[in-house]
């Protein structure tokens, strides 16, 4: 089963810009669906981004045209682009791989530990 370690998060000012990586261990690495979700304090965790093994991809509403999700199979890793950065997108972001991207906006695949955004206003 792949094993999935976020890294990139941090403190930054409202309209910055990150990168959030999730390297992924396993052979079968480019097989998977990948995808980012986001727990805010309080609230459920989200759906953000997702990228097929074709790397098709799909966006929640609230962050297309800033944020862009890619993969690299060769590293065995998946990206999070965020640029534009706004105050709700404050959380703590999640790496998620599965089969399919059903699967995986089911929540039903295998979770990173987490990186924590924080953007200031």
């Known amino acids: 089963q792949v094993q999935l370690v976020e890294s990139g998060g941090g403190l930054v000012q409202a309209g910055g810009s990150l990168r959030l990586s999730c390297a992924a261990s396993?052979?079968?690495?480019?097989?998977?669906?990948m995808g980012w979700f986001r727990q805010a304090p309080g609230k459920e965790r989200e759906f953000v981004a997702a990228?097929?093994?074709?790397?098709?991809?799909t966006y929640a509403d609230s962050v297309k045209g800033r944020f862009t999700i890619s993969r690299e199979n060769a590293k065995n890793t998946v990206y999070l682009q965020m640029n534009s950065l706004k105050p709700e997108d404050t959380a703590v972001y999640y790496c998620?791989?599965?089969?399919?991207?059903?699967?995986?906006?089911?929540?039903?695949?295998?979770w990173g530990q987490g990186t924590q955004v924080t953007v200031s206003s």
């Open positions: 998620t791989a599965a089969a399919a991207i059903s699967t995986l906006r089911s929540r039903s695949g295998v």
């Open positions: 396993g052979r079968t690495f480019s097989r998977y669906a």
């Open positions: 990228i097929s093994w074709a790397s098709s991809t």
